[in-house]
T-cell receptor, first 110, second 107 residues
Framework: EADIYQTPRYLVIGTGKKITLECSQT?????MYWYQQDPGMELHLIHY???????EKGDLSSESTVSRIRTEHFPLTLESARPSHTSQYLCASSIGDGYTFGSGTRLTVV | RKEVEQDPGPFNVPEGATVAFNCTYSNSASQSFFWYRQDCRKEPKLLMSVYSSGNEDGRFTAQLNRASQYISLLIRDSKLSDSATYLCVVKDNDMRFGAGTRLTVKP
C-alpha cells in the first residue's frame, strides 16, 4: 500500500513538449526529493524540498524545475523535453530517518 | 572521491551461499546508515538500518565500523528471491546513496 504516489507510471512524449511529473504523499512529510536514475545506474538527486515554498537543486544538474505549494505535492516540470531526459524519475519523502519512494515515472522522449 | 562507495559487483552466487557486501563513506559526521534493496525497474525499499552494535534480521546481518567509516551487509543461505541491487545509504543532512551492488542468486 503506497503512501507516496507518482503519475504517470510510464510516459512517451515528443521532443519539445512540456511535461509535469506528479508526486504526492499522504504521510505529512516535510522533506521530499526527486531522483533521476538510468537503467542499472545509480540514483542522482536533482531536486529537494524541506517544506512548503522551499526548493533546492540537487547534486546533478537538471533542466527541470519543481514547486512545493502544498506539503503533500511536489511536481517536477520539464519545459521542453529532449531525448537526453529519457530516464526513470523517482520521488521520495522522509521524516526523520529513512526514505519512502514512489514507484517512479519512466520517461521516454522521442 | 564519491561520498559512498560500494563493491562494484556483480555478485553471482549459488543458492545457499553466504555473500558479503562492503561499503565505505567519506563524511565522518554521518549520523545514520541503511541498506536498501532495489529490484529491477522498481523503486528502492528499506532493507534494514545499521546500528553501531551491529544488527541482524533473519538471514541478514549489518555491521558498522565508525572508526573505519565502513558498513557491511552479510546474507546467509541466499535465496533466488535475494537477487536484486543492494544500495548502501548514509545520512548526514540528507541521504547519500551508493551506486549499488548487484546480486544474482542462481539455482
Amino acid at each position: 500500500e503506497a503512501d507516496i504516489y507518482q503519475t504517470p507510471r510510464y510516459l512517451v512524449i515528443g521532443t519539445g513538449k512540456k511535461i509535469t511529473l506528479e508526486c504526492s504523499q499522504t504521510m505529512g512529510h516535510d522533506k521530499m526529493y526527486w531522483y533521476q536514475q538510468d537503467p542499472g545506474m545509480e540514483l542522482h538527486l536533482i531536486h529537494y524540498s524541506y517544506g512548503v515554498n522551499s526548493t533546492e537543486k540537487g547534486d546533478l544538474s537538471s533542466e527541470s524545475t519543481v514547486s512545493r505549494i502544498r506539503t503533500e505535492h511536489f511536481p517536477l516540470t520539464l519545459e521542453s523535453a529532449r531525448p537526453s531526459h529519457t530516464s526513470q524519475y523517482l520521488c521520495a519523502s522522509s521524516i526523520g530517518d529513512g526514505y519512502t519512494f514512489g514507484s517512479g515515472t519512466r520517461l521516454t522522449v522521442v | 572521491r564519491k561520498e559512498v562507495e560500494q563493491d562494484p559487483g556483480p555478485f553471482n552466487v549459488p543458492e545457499g551461499a553466504t555473500v558479503a557486501f562492503n561499503c565505505t563513506y567519506s563524511n565522518s559526521a554521518s549520523q545514520s546508515f541503511f541498506w536498501y534493496r532495489q529490484d529491477c525497474r522498481k523503486e528502492p525499499k528499506l532493507l534494514m538500518s545499521v546500528y553501531s552494535s551491529g544488527n541482524e534480521d533473519g538471514r541478514f546481518t549489518a555491521q558498522l565500523n565508525r572508526a573505519s567509516q565502513y558498513i557491511s551487509l552479510l546474507i546467509r543461505d541466499s535465496k533466488l528471491s535475494d537477487s536484486a541491487t543492494y544500495l548502501c545509504v548514509v545520512k548526514d543532512n540528507d541521504m547519500r546513496f551508493g551506486a549499488g551492488t548487484r546480486l544474482t542468486v542462481k539455482p
